[in-house]
């Protein structure tokens, strides 16, 4: 066994430093143990003893110790102590493997983009900068959950999800002439999630759903696993193609239309009024249900309609969610619709996923409570939307021709129309050169005529990209002569 390592050194901390004293020792400890002064199969001094010797806290030492066991740097051996982990020549002993560009495909965009590195400029990513969030505020309300009693945070929440924060919703919904109940609205693991139920409780194989095109990936996705017959009706800069619409309705008799009437992904587009009473006008004379997909609200502008407000919830389902306006990674969206509707929907998703983490809704519902959101979502909206400008004027000067003017949200839907090569063909271009561009084609059923593409305005305002168009314009127009 092991003789216990007797530490003939003292730690370089800084105990002026506004950095926590247990991270320095977890920085510290994992230096030695890297260069090789800490060996593999050596134990430590007792928590006592490290605590005497580097005249610190016995509490500091033990989460230190436990946070490198979580690291996988030491390890822990019942009545013996604490040792160094083996680390072997990891250098050597891990496999070598050929970092390869990523390939810019559906597939790639629905499951590998979120976590990929390799390609820095994201002009055709769907979130938002980490620096346009609002931190302090994130922060805040985590600091305020961790100060709960340990009560709050364990155990399984409610089947419809946490009862204050859907109070919340319902007074936000209120604010646009919606007046619903807490029971009519159910949480779910982000908006996604929440199209995934409706799906689920309200369709079976082979019935025939609308829903916008160009329209949200995903949703495109989901709808083919569920092997239902997809028919897309046209976006326009106002909306949808209420003609095409009434056309689709009457020869296919859909149970559902999916769409987005704010900031849609991909255009940027928002319904107009007519068009949204329009849209109510054929539900209600073809007998299918209209799913709101409505996450971009609070960024859209107070003219643009709620299709739910208008129809009272009669025939439209509504979803909406935070990622876009707290951050990504809190999945938490909802579902509001009639209250029958909504305990079907409440069974579905307690077989699929029983309730919803109520940590992430007791956070979500403090960051919404605590006074500061509301300035957070008007300056970002302001911001976005300025951006949206700079996006389309630039995008134009470099060849592109952009679908609306912009309206504010992430997204600007442009195309490239004197150009011989196609989407997929220009994003490869652009991806050996860093660009990441999101090709029309994830956004169809078909392939476009011209090329398109989604540019996420919040990263598409740098001269790389205007550039990068600008020089293929060129060489297109010198190979046409």
């Known amino acids: 066994m092991a003789k216990p390592h007797i530490l003939q050194f003292s730690l370089m901390l800084n105990r002026a430093s506004p950095v926590r004293l247990v991270e320095q020792v977890v920085l510290a400890m994992t230096q030695l143990i890297e260069q090789g002064r800490l060996r593999s199969g050596e134990r430590l001094p007792s928590v006592r003893q490290f605590a005497v010797e580097q005249k610190m806290g016995i509490s500091t030492v033990v989460e230190a110790y436990e946070q490198l066991v979580a690291r996988g740097l030491l390890v822990v051996r019942r009545g013996a102590g604490f040792f160094v ?138 709808l083919k696993l569920a092997d239902l017959n997809v028919i897309g009706v046209p976006r326009t800069p106002g909306g949808i193609d209420v003609e095409q619409l009434d056309r689709l309705a009457r020869l296919h008799q859909p149970k559902l239309f999916f769409t987005a009437s704010v900031l849609q992904n991909p255009t940027g587009t928002s319904y107009t009024p007519a068009c949204a009473m329009k849209v109510l006008q054929a539900a209600e004379r073809h007998h299918f249900w209209v799913v709101e997909d409505d996450i971009f609200r609070e960024l859209g502008q107070a003219t643009d309609p709620m299709l739910a407000a208008l129809d009272g919830l009669q025939r439209v389902i509504y979803v909406g969610g935070y990622s876009k306006t707290i951050a990504p990674s809190l999945r938490l969206g909802y579902i509001v619709c009639q ?79 004197h150009s011989t090569l196609n989407a997929r063909e220009i994003a490869d271009r652009a991806l050996q050169q860093g660009i990441w561009l999101a090709p029309g084609d994830f956004f169809h059923f078909t392939a476009p005529q011209h090329p398109w593409f989604r540019f996420n305005v919040a990263y598409a305002d740098v001269n790389e990209l205007v550039e990068f168009f600008t020089l293929l314009a060129k060489n297109d127009v010198r190979r046409q002569q």
């Open 339 to 417: 209250r029958e509707l909504a305990r079907q929907l409440v069974h579905t998703k307690m077989v699929q996923s029983l309730t919803n983490s109520e940590i992430t809704e007791r956070l979500v519902h403090s960051v919404l409570t605590e006074g500061h959101h509301r300035r957070h979502v008007e300056q970002l909206a302001l911001t976005l939307l300025d951006a949206g400008t700079r996006v389309n004027a630039r995008l134009t000067e470099s060849g592109l021709k952009p679908f609306a003017i912009a309206r504010g949200g992430l997204f600007c839907w442009a195309k490239f129309e």
């Open 85 to 222: 982990a083996f680390q072997g020549n990891v250098a050597q002993s891990m496999p070598t493997f050929k970092v390869s560009k990523p390939v810019i495909d559906s597939a790639w965009l629905l499951s590998e983009v979120f976590a990929d590195e390799r390609v820095p400029n994201k002009a055709g990513c769907g979130w938002l900068p980490s620096k346009w969030l609002d931190h302090d505020g994130l922060h805040q309300a985590e600091r305020r959950l961790m100060r709960a009693p340990g009560a709050q945070q364990v155990g399984y929440g409610h089947p419809h999800g946490y009862l204050p924060l859907r109070l919340v919703i319902a007074q936000f919904l209120a604010n646009w002439s919606l007046e619903v109940a807490p029971e009519q609205i159910l949480t779910t693991h982000g908006a996604t999630q929440a199209l995934d139920i409706i799906i689920r409780t309200m369709t079976q194989r082979g019935d025939t759903v609308l829903i916008d095109e160009p329209g949200y990936c995903n949703l495109m996705a989901m």
